[in-house]
């Protein structure tokens, strides 16, 4: 059903989107979720992505209109050939513009242009990062006279970034500042990225700027109130450590908790589904926690969601390197129905989502002792979190904003020509 309560002429859409199902990249996740609603609301409704040279299987993934493009150079940090990683280097550190996934932009050009013409794109939406994505986003906009969104997934040049070259900075800041003169609306994924942009760019932002959060599809099967019962509390944590978000927040913490007796193997069991460094699988010995953290390795993403479904708790770290942020996982937690131990900065986005919904146990990123109240807290009352709250982060409900947001832009660029 069309989220809509007026009738007449359903919006025209082209979204650039370089990483799109069944891609890896968790940046192709937003729009290949909104997309199986939004193709169906709109008159037109085309995905223009990069094509992968390696893609995962994803029942999820969506299969409408996606036009997979050649980028040359294919940049991917993850080459296993050592002369390509050089290479790939050399290219991402002093010959490429904005990023190094440049090489996409041509060919997102020329076709996004072709799109545009044959089926009448009144919109376009182009979803970043890859910040490269804007010139694309940018030429099309212009030549064809189509409108443009700007989707942040993450900040920019008003964020702390590495650029290529020499003048890399002073390009990106170019682009960047275009693209929102350009832009008719700006959505972002939390309230604390939007916060963060007013103050850079005020001066030259559109009127239009929305909050749409990530979500999760709501689930058919409503028996989700209790985990599987054992004798042992099972905790798990789902992705990499990376940047600030780093097993040695935990560790600690554990550590002591043993060593005071309050948790033991018998009882407990960190389960990390990660593919750990060897400085976290020395923590893990020199703190003689092999007994209560078991790791496993990357599974497929369908076989994780089964796994956090069983588990007791479920941790979500965030660094205080991205507190605009909410990590992707919060809304797979959400989904799995099972409580969160959240440990992220204080003032960020998880905090203030932890605060309003009913979904587990909140503790400051920097804080040993406030972690290990927190976790405490989860052990005693397991079970007895209500998740009130969660229904708004539906994926269905955020695709309805998009689509209302979509129709206001549209009806804006009729008025203008009138």
Avoid at 20 to 32: I, N, Q, T, W, Y
Wanted: with cysteine.
């Amino acid at each position: 059903m069309i989220p809509s309560d007026e009738g007449g002429a359903s919006p025209r859409v082209l979204v650039l989107s370089m990483c799109f199902a069944p891609c890896r990249a968790v940046g192709g996740k937003r729009f290949s979720f909104l997309s199986r609603y939004l193709a169906e609301w709109c008159g037109e409704y085309h995905v223009l992505a990069r094509r992968e040279k390696v893609l995962v299987e994803d029942s999820e993934a969506f299969v409408g209109n996606v036009h997979r493009l050649r980028a040359f150079p294919y940049y991917s940090p993850h080459t296993s050939s050592w002369i390509t990683r050089q290479l790939l280097k050399i290219w991402a550190r002093w010959l490429c513009i904005a990023d190094p996934y440049c090489g996409w932009v041509v060919p997102a050009t020329f076709h996004g242009i072709r799109i545009c013409r044959k089926h009448k794109i009144e919109s376009i939406i182009v979803t970043v990062p890859y910040f490269s994505s804007l010139i694309a986003a940018i030429l099309v906009s212009r030549i064809t006279g189509t409108t443009l969104v700007v989707d942040y997934r993450d900040p920019w040049t008003n964020h702390k970034t590495s650029f290529p070259g020499l003048f890399g900075g002073a390009v990106s800041r170019y682009i960047e500042r275009s693209a929102i003169r350009r832009a008719s609306a700006i959505v972002f994924c939390s309230d604390v990225m939007k916060d963060q942009f007013v103050k850079a760019f005020a001066p030259v932002a559109p009127e239009r700027l929305e909050v749409i959060y990530n979500g999760f599809e709501e689930r058919s099967d409503k028996n989700l109130d209790q985990a599987p019962e054992s004798g042992r509390i099972n905790m798990v944590y789902a992705g990499n450590f990376y940047g600030r978000r780093q097993f040695s927040v935990i560790a600690p913490v554990l550590a002591e908790m043993v060593r005071d007796g309050e948790i033991s193997a018998a009882g407990f069991r960190l389960h990390l589904y990660s593919s750990l460094r060897a400085q976290d699988l020395g923590l893990i010995r020199d703190l003689r926690l092999e007994d209560i953290v078991e790791v496993h390795g990357l599974v497929p993403y369908q076989e994780i969601q089964e796994v956090m479904r069983q588990s007791d708790i479920l941790f979500l770290l965030s660094g205080d390197d991205v507190s605009y942020a909410v990590p992707f996982k919060f809304f797979d937690y959400l989904r799995a129905n099972r409580p969160m131990l959240a440990v992220a900065p204080k003032g960020s986005m998880v905090e203030r989502l932890m605060s309003e919904v009913d979904c587990g146990e909140y503790a400051v990123f920097t804080d040993g002792a406030e972690i290990r109240r927190a976790l405490s807290t989860l052990i005693a009352s397991r079970n007895s979190y209500s998740f009130d709250g969660a229904d708004r982060f539906h994926w269905s409900s955020a695709a309805g904003r998009y689509f209302r947001l979509i129709q206001d832009v549209a009806d804006d660029r009729c008025l203008r020509r009138e």
